[in-house]
């Protein structure tokens, strides 16, 4: 667990935080068991780990990235693969991070799966991580809103993102269980 704590940068440490507690969020709202729960929790902590090995005048670049930069980004999958295989995560945690950037039309990377084809923990991170990246700062782009986000969700939806868990995240932003202006841990204590 510590490991997907370890980030180059606060804001890389709250999008963590916050797609995990998503992540859990999506969950609950799809009746997985505390110990899937936990499973989800981990893989949105560490999602991203893998870009501990990208230099940071990439990560933080202002402006698009150009052919080289794309591809050191889009094998960051495979590099938190090998970290999380040395520090011996569990399958499913692992998957979810090698996977969380597929597609369900196949137009994902790393490796261009399809639907089924794509464990449910990384359809969900995926989801989690897309609605936060949409919603947060980033250096090439400000923010969209919460309401821009969902539009873009929901046109996703079925084609590239789990339908189910897009639907099981617009519930729990319905019911409010997100906010965080509270504790973004309290939801991983679960």
């Not at 936990?38 to 780990?49: E, K, S, T």
């Not at 995560?89 to 799966?113: C, F, T």
């Not at 990384?122 to 897309?130: E, F, G, K, L, P």
Request: net charge positive.
């Amino acid at each position: 667990m510590a490991l997907g704590l370890k980030v180059k940068d606060r804001e890389a440490r709250a999008h963590n935080l916050r797609v995990a507690r998503l992540c859990v969020h999506i969950g609950r709202q799809l009746s997985m068991s505390a110990h899937e729960l936990r499973v989800l929790a981990r893989a949105g902590l560490m999602h991203d780990i893998g870009k501990l090995g990208i230099p940071d005048k990439v990560l933080g670049k202002h402006s698009p990235l150009d052919d080289a930069e794309w591809a050191l980004m889009r094998a960051h999958p495979e590099m938190g693969l090998t970290l999380l295989d040395r520090a011996g995560q569990s399958s499913r945690e692992v998957l979810a991070v090698l996977y969380h950037h597929e597609r369900l039309d196949g137009s994902g990377y790393p490796y261009g799966l399809k639907a089924e084809g794509i464990p449910i923990e990384a359809r969900i991170v995926a989801v989690a991580d897309t609605y936060d990246a949409l919603t947060s700062d980033r250096p090439y782009r400000k923010a969209c809103s919460q309401a821009e986000a969902r539009r873009v969700l929901v046109e996703e939806a079925g084609s590239r993102l789990d339908a189910r868990a897009v639907s099981a995240l617009f519930l729990a932003l319905d019911d409010d269980l997100t906010r965080f202006d509270i504790n973004p841990r309290r939801a991983l204590a679960y």
